[in-house]
């Protein structure tokens, strides 16, 4: 009984051919009912959770500074003028900001330069060379500000050179909310004991793009794991969530806990499958909550056969769904990849961005660390 390479690719493929993952879309609902049926296609009784979601769908956007045009995209929590919105100036203080940042993090220079009165800001988001990346959407909830447009980083030089010479630039962009909904996906492989807290599996499902490496390889593990768990004889329920809305501030896990806000203490742990698992070129982390929960991750002999080593760390300050946990006092491990250099790009694609053997081999740890929180949490 084991995960293979193939079966992880597969799913993989799937998912990628699906098109953007974007939360309460077309793809995402298509990517959600996928979901449902696999684990109905197991036995399991899946599936959707909808919640209401208020969906920014933008107008075209794109950033001109002279003779030039570079196709942008608006930061989903900044201003969000009518559609068909231009924007004039130049770059500098108090017209049109221009700021350089990176795709892991918040650009904290955003802050400054709105304190400078800009109308607008362009971000060079950097990626890989040829591709488009973008940031998350970290303030969802609680968007405002001037807009805020991203470009790629290949755009840099160009519209430095523009702001050196002084050029006039137009900002394009805008947009209208639609009232929609969006859902996380549920399930629940029962335990022999039913009456001992739940451990629950959780996973991420949208992101900005196609998401190949950075949601592929928490999917097929979950998946996987969902197809072996009956095989395991857990003692306690294994509960199944797979959540929309990372990409906007992690929205989803937190409308899930809206509902269900006694689960993060009441299971007894929690396994978290975040972004970049088995990600071409990433290095994976495992993070728990506390010593017991990371020296039982560490005895997890599959994760030791991965190559670089794996990095076990202790956080009080998880990244992902996990910190959504830890915040309401759950216990947790957590698996994610850095240093992948193609996260949120839309260079993210099967089969080139994933390691298969790698997600096989991390999904076998989890097996094993599954095994060991049912017989010790």
């Not at 650009?107 to 330069?113: F, M, S």
């Not at 196609?210 to 009956?230: D, F, K, Q, T």
């Amino acid at each position: 009984m084991a995960i293979s390479a193939e079966a992880c690719s597969e799913i993989i493929r799937v998912f990628d051919s699906q098109g953007w993952h974007r939360t309460a879309t077309g793809v995402d609902r298509q990517s959600g009912q996928w979901l449902v049926e696999r684990l109905e296609s197991l036995g399991l009784a899946a599936r959707p959770i909808p919640f209401p979601f208020s969906r920014i769908d933008p107008s075209g956007c794109s950033v001109a500074a002279g003779p030039s045009r570079v196709a942008a995209v608006l930061l989903p929590d900044s201003g969000l003028p009518p559609p068909g919105t231009v924007i004039r100036g130049v770059f500098g203080p108090g017209s049109i900001g221009l700021v350089r940042t990176e795709s892991h993090g918040v650009a904290t220079e955003l802050a400054h330069i709105q304190r400078a009165n800009c109308s607008a800001i362009v971000v060079a988001v950097d990626g890989q060379p040829g591709g488009a990346t973008l940031l998350n959407a970290w303030n969802y909830d609680d968007p405002g500000g001037v807009p805020v447009v991203q470009v790629p980083a290949d755009a840099w030089g160009e519209l430095v050179a523009a702001r050196a010479a002084g050029v006039p630039v137009e900002v394009h962009c805008g947009g209208i909310r639609t009232d929609t909904t969006a859902s996380n996906v549920f399930a629940t492989v029962p335990g022999r004991h039913r009456e001992k807290a739940p451990i629950v599996l959780l996973t991420p499902r949208s992101g900005w793009w196609h998401c190949a490496g950075e949601r592929g390889g928490g999917l097929a593990i979950w998946l996987e794991v969902a197809r072996l768990a009956g095989d395991l004889a857990l003692e306690r329920d294994l509960i199944l969530l797979a959540t929309t809305g990372h990409e906007l501030g992690f929205i989803g896990v937190k409308r899930y806990f809206d509902g269900d806000p006694g689960l993060a203490q009441r299971a007894a742990a929690w396994l978290h499958l975040g972004a970049n698992i088995g990600a071409a070129g990433a290095h994976l982390v495992v993070r728990a909550s506390d010593t017991g929960m990371l020296a039982l991750a560490q005895q997890a002999p599959e994760l030791q056969a991965l190559s670089p080593s794996p990095r076990f760390e202790l956080s009080d300050r998880p990244v992902g769904e996990a910190g959504e946990v830890f915040i309401r006092g759950g216990k947790f491990v957590s698996l994610v990849g850095s240093g992948f250099p193609l996260f949120h790009s839309t260079l993210d694609r099967w089969p080139d961005a994933i390691d298969a053997n790698a997600i096989a081999i991390a999904g076998n740890g989890v097996l094993q660390i599954l095994r060991a929180l049912d017989r010790q949490a």
